[in-house]
T-cell receptor, first 113, second 115 residues
Framework: QKEVEQDPGPLSVPEGAIVSLNCTYS??????FMWYRQYSRKGPELLMY??SSGNKEDGRFTAQVDKSSKYISLFIRDSQPSDSATYLCAMSLNAGNNRKLIWGLGTSLAVNP | NAGVMQNPRHLVRRRGQEARLRCSPMKGHSHVYWYRQLPEEGLKFMVY????????ESGMPKERFSAEFPKEGPSILRIQQVVRGDSAAYFC?????????????FGPGTRLTVT
C-alpha cells in the first residue's frame, strides 16, 4: 500500500464548476499537508499548506484536513481554464532532519471554457 | 529575485554514460532537495543536502547515484552508467534553512532521456 493515494483522473469540468480533489494517507504521523499545482513540463508550485487538522481558505481555494479519517481535500470554486493542470498532494513528518515530502500521484484537471 | 535554477533542462545520454544535473538554489537558501518524477510513480524524494553535508539520503538508489552540495557552486546530482530506467524528470527544490516542509521551492526540472 502506498503511503499517499490520489486518484490520477483525468478530471474534466466546465468553467465555473466547483472542483473537489482528494488524497488519503496511511501514516498518522504526518503533520504538514500541502497541495501543489504542476503545469506540463514545469516544476510543482505550492498552492496551499495546512498544519495538522482543519480548514484553510485562500481566494477560490479551500484545503481541508481530516486526520481522524486520514483524508485531505482541495476545493476550487469558480474554476477557470487557467486552473487546468495536475494537482499534487504532498505530506511531511517534519521531525528532526526529516523534511522530505511524500507525494500522491497527482490528479490531472481540465477546465473547459 | 531568481528562483531555483536547474540545468540542463533536457539531457540525452546513451546507456553506460554519466549524467550530471545541476541545481542552483534560490538566493539565501542553504538547503537543497532532489526528487525524481516518473509517469506511473509520481514524485519520489531522493536526497536532502545542506552545504557540504548530506542530511537525508534515504531515497537514493544504493548504486550509481550520488549528490553533493559544495560550499561554493551548485548542487550536483550525478548518475553513473545510466540505464533506460533512469529516464525521468529530476526536480530540485531549495529552502532557506531549518524551516518547514512547505518552504521547498521547486526548479523547472531536468528531463533525462537515456537511449
Amino acid at each position: 500500500q502506498k503511503e499517499v493515494e490520489q486518484d490520477p483522473g483525468p478530471l474534466s469540468v466546465p468553467e465555473g464548476a466547483i472542483v473537489s480533489l482528494n488524497c488519503t494517507y496511511s501514516n498518522s504521523a504526518f503533520q504538514y499537508f500541502m497541495w501543489y499545482r504542476q503545469y506540463s513540463r514545469k516544476g510543482p508550485e505550492l498552492l496551499m499548506y495546512t498544519y495538522s487538522s482543519g480548514n484553510k481558505e485562500d481566494g477560490r481555494f479551500t484545503a481541508q484536513v481530516d486526520k481522524s479519517s486520514k483524508y485531505i481535500s482541495l476545493f476550487i470554486r469558480d474554476s477557470q481554464p487557467s486552473d487546468s493542470a495536475t494537482y499534487l498532494c504532498a505530506m511531511s513528518l517534519n521531525a528532526g532532519n526529516n523534511r522530505k515530502l511524500i507525494w500522491g500521484l497527482g490528479t490531472s484537471l481540465a477546465v473547459n471554457p | 529575485n531568481a528562483g531555483v535554477m536547474q540545468n540542463p533542462r533536457h539531457l540525452v545520454r546513451r546507456r553506460g554514460q554519466e549524467a550530471r544535473l545541476r541545481c542552483s538554489p534560490m538566493k539565501g537558501h542553504s538547503h537543497v532537495y532532489w526528487y525524481r518524477q516518473l509517469p506511473e510513480e509520481g514524485l519520489k524524494f531522493m536526497v536532502y543536502l545542506q552545504k557540504e553535508n548530506i542530511i537525508d539520503e534515504s531515497g537514493m538508489p544504493k548504486e550509481r547515484f550520488s549528490a553533493e552540495f559544495p560550499k561554493e557552486g551548485p548542487s550536483i546530482l550525478r548518475i553513473q552508467q545510466v540505464v533506460r530506467g533512469d529516464s525521468a524528470a529530476y526536480f530540485c527544490a531549495s529552502s532557506p534553512g531549518w524551516g518547514v516542509p512547505y518552504e521547498q521551492y521547486f526548479g523547472p526540472g531536468t528531463r533525462l532521456t537515456v537511449t
